[in-house]
């Protein structure tokens, strides 16, 4: 293997999993192999820091932006999304394993958690968890399978199924390498002293502000290297003014870069720009996919594309689903077509789309945001030879049928 080929690979890992363990054997020694490259690049494009002891790999991504609610954290095991309760959970669990001693059962941690979440801070958030029931006992769970697939947590003996069923507890290995590698932020929560979230969340990555045209474009580089490689589409009006300029100017110079590293593809249209992947797999959202959601996304993009209206309604979305299963019935799973299922499984779709930048949701309207149009089904039109071809928008292309 090449160096060219193995940075390449190596850099392909850490975007996959920003969190590596050392029993992750070949993908730990192939980015080991590779760190002083790695550190060098990503701390002069992006800003990220990247980490590295005899246990851990953490590559410390910071978002382009604090308000993309797209893409949630999710529980490995059904990849139901997380919801404000499980986050809360989520970071009490951390509070207590940070205590804790190197091993501790379920039971305990819900204990610990318990006593941290009848706080005055929780109740003035009117958050309220207290292990009533089984649906916050499975709010829970999720937070643990969560850390188990992170490696914070090891299982020693037990099953969460049992736990939940009252018949039993787990037992965990705590690993205080990996949980002290999870928090990326570049001050400590306790020293913010903003109290809207959104304002909190901005101030953990919040940098001094630039005194030099030099530390002015080194930010805004990162901004935008950052978003080329986290986001399926850059749409070019979300910059603001300096951001476009500088992209207009760097742009060749940012897309080699990225592409040298990761073999990503910059394909460039009149609305934006995508970092296309042709290995398929850097992306944790994909489409198409199989199943019938995957079915069902497909065939809600399509609709959304045509030409026409840019914004739908999700009810008129939800009658289309329902009709959709009862025509793929044979096809779809058992219990697509009964009444009421057409709401969940749009919502699913919708949330798919939602994350690959194809469309924006705002309460009950749906819009269709321009790289939608490549899942557009449109006649073969077949040019003469003597046609000259210009610049194809994003909105034009059209996928197969």
């Given amino acids: 293997m090449s160096q060219v080929d193995a940075l390449q690979r190596a850099a392909r890992a850490l975007l996959r999993r920003p969190l590596l363990r050392a029993t992750e054997q ?82 305990r941690l819900a204990e610990q958690v318990l006593l941290l979440a009848r706080g005055p801070a929780m109740a003035d958030a009117g958050v309220e968890f207290t292990l009533a029931g089984r649906d916050q006992k499975a709010d829970l769970v999720a937070v643990v399978h969560l850390l188990l697939h992170w490696g914070v947590l090891a299982r020693v003996a037990g099953d969460e199924e049992e736990y939940l069923r009252g018949t039993g507890d787990v037992l965990y290995d705590v690993s205080r390498r990996v949980l002290s590698q999870l928090l990326v932020a570049r001050r400590g929560p306790s020293t913010v002293a903003a109290e809207a979230l959104g ?27 950052r978003r080329l490689l986290d986001d399926p589409v850059v749409y070019f009006e979300e910059l603001d003014d300096a951001e476009a300029e500088y992209l207009r100017r760097q742009r060749p110079a940012i897309a080699r870069r990225i592409g040298e590293l990761t073999g990503l593809v910059a394909e460039v249209r009149a609305e934006g720009i995508a970092m296309v992947d042709p290995e398929d797999d850097l992306s944790d959202v994909g489409l198409p996919e199989p199943g019938t959601n995957g079915h069902l996304t497909l065939l809600l993009a399509e609709h959304l594309a045509r030409p026409g209206a840019r914004e739908h309604g999700v009810e008129e979305l939800q009658h289309l689903t329902r009709d959709l299963a009862a025509r793929h019935r044979t096809y779809w799973r058992q219990g697509a077509s009964e009444p009421g299922a057409e709401v969940a499984l749009t919502d699913a779709a919708l949330e798919r789309l939602a994350a690959l930048r194809l469309i924006e949701r705002r309460g009950d309207r749906v819009r269709a945001l321009p790289a939608l149009a490549r899942f557009a089904v449109a006649a073969p039109v077949l040019a003469r030879p003597t046609q000259a071809h210009g610049a194809a928008s994003l909105f034009e292309d059209a996928g197969d049928a």
């Fill in 26 to 107: 070949e993908e730990f020694r192939l980015v080991r192999s590779q760190l002083a490259e790695l550190r060098g690049w990503f701390d002069a494009n992006t800003g990220w820091r990247l980490h590295a002891d005899a246990d851990v790999i953490r590559l410390h991504k910071e978002p382009a932006t604090t308000d993309d609610a797209t893409r949630p954290a999710r529980d490995p095991r059904n990849r139901n999304a997380f919801g404000r309760r499980r986050y809360v959970l989520f970071c009490l669990s951390l509070a207590a394993l940070e205590r804790a001693d190197a091993q501790i059962p379920l039971g």
């Fill in 199 to 225: 304002e909190r969340i901005a101030a953990l990555g919040a940098v001094e502000a630039p005194e030099s045209d030099e530390a002015t474009n080194r930010r805004i580089r990162h901004r935008l290297t």
